[in-house]
């Protein structure tokens, strides 16, 4: 239900709560409308013609509250609502006594007062404590006050409705923020760990996901492989064709790589057209197919219809990720490997075994 009325996570967090809370405080608003109405014959009709009459004032206010939130001026409705809770709580505890258990709404505003976000925090605090200390006044001004109208027999059960009603928003108001606070950290989480125009892992985020995938290959005795990536002569490309094609041969690229991840795999933008590919389940022969692949994808993509002349080519250097060696050194040969392939042509695949070794790509070879 709360999941329900959440937008999209691209919202900003404040905007996000601000609208679920303007969706739950018309609901609550129609509800209390409604409830205010019936209320002004029952109390005419025990003979409390005062609570009658504060009703129909309630109904009022619910109303004028409803029109302030389709004007958009949710959190002014709010405060209507809240002075409406309180002189309500106040004279009908003076007029039937608190058997009825009329007071603990002002629980309920004391709550929903905490998040009005458009209230400063202190105040919003101030007022939240002075609805707890006029619950606490009811008891020592009304405690002796009984209720003298009709059907005394179904006060307590009142009592009950009233505890129920004034709790749920309490609950529910919880149940919310819990929701909001969690979707909010998931999306922190996502937007600390990618990178801003690719969407892959940025190399922060990524080292501890590879330092992970690491461990887990060693204990499953398992092969893994690590590629250094780099796009070819991007400088001039981002020269001759601008920065903003640049960025969408950066985007095509990464969608290329994306759509070419398994789910043992890990792909990360390393630096600006540099990019690191972690292949679980992967050994140096199959790394190099893999790879040999999507190098010859990459240089299969067509850039853009308005320049024909274009080919944008990328160079790899890969190696199997020896169990004992760290990161940082299978970095340094899988970038040797890289540099290997610039300075023998670009467009290639290079393996880095121990004494790094160069296999040119099909089509240099033939
Ligand atoms: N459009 C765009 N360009 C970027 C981005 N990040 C880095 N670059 C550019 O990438 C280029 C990298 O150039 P170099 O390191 O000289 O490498 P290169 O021109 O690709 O040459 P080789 O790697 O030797 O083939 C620089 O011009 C950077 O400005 C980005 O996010 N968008």
């Known amino acids: 239900m709360i999941k329900h009325l959440l937008k999209q996570p691209t919202q900003s967090g404040l905007e996000e709560i601000e609208h679920v809370k303007f969706l739950i405080i018309s609901r609550i608003a129609y509800f209390a409308l409604a409830v205010h109405a019936l209320l002004i014959p029952a109390f005419a009709h025990i003979g409390a013609n005062t609570l009658a009459i504060v009703n129909v004032l309630s109904v009022f206010a619910w109303g004028g509250g409803i029109f302030l939130i389709n004007q958009g001026l949710t959190s002014l409705a709010l405060r209507v609502f809240c002075l409406e809770v309180l002189i309500h709580a106040v004279v009908v505890c003076a007029t039937l006594g ?17 998040i009005d976000y458009q209230l400063p925090l202190k105040r919003a605090a101030i007022y939240s404590f002075l609805m707890i200390i006029t619950f606490a006044l009811l008891y020592v001004f009304f405690a002796e006050v009984t209720y003298t109208f009709s059907y005394p027999e179904l006060i307590p059960h009142i009592n009950v409705i009233n505890i129920i009603i004034a709790g749920l928003p309490m609950v529910y108001g919880i149940g919310l923020i819990r929701e909001i606070t969690i979707s909010q950290r998931i999306e922190l ?12 892992y940025n190399r922060r985020f990524a080292k501890k996901l590879i330092l992970a995938a690491h461990k887990k290959n060693i204990e499953n005795a398992d092969n893994l492989s690590l590629v250094m990536a780099d796009i070819d002569h991007f400088k001039n490309i981002n020269d001759s064709y601008g920065h903003d094609k640049g960025d969408t041969i950066l985007l095509n690229i990464s969608a290329a790589i994306r759509a070419f991840l398994t789910e043992n795999d890990i792909a990360v933008r390393w630096g600006g057209e540099e990019f690191l590919l972690l292949l679980g389940h992967t050994n140096q022969q199959q790394a190099f197919a893999k790879v040999e692949a999507l190098r010859q994808q990459i240089a299969a993509i067509e850039p853009h219809q308005d320049f024909p002349e274009l080919t944008v080519t990328m160079s790899f250097g890969l190696i199997e990720w020896q169990p004992l060696a760290s990161l940082e050194c299978m970095l340094q040969q899988a970038d040797a490997a890289l540099y290997k392939s610039k300075h023998s042509g670009r467009n290639k695949t290079t ?9 040119n790509n099909i089509d240099a070879v033939s």
């Open 189 to 200: 989480t996502e937007m600390a760990s990618r990178d801003p125009l690719t969407k892959l």
């Open 351 to 359: 393996i880095a075994t121990g004494q790094s070794s160069v296999f």
């Open 98 to 114: 608190l058997s009825a258990g009329f007071q603990f709404y002002l629980w309920t505003i004391s709550c929903i007062l905490m």
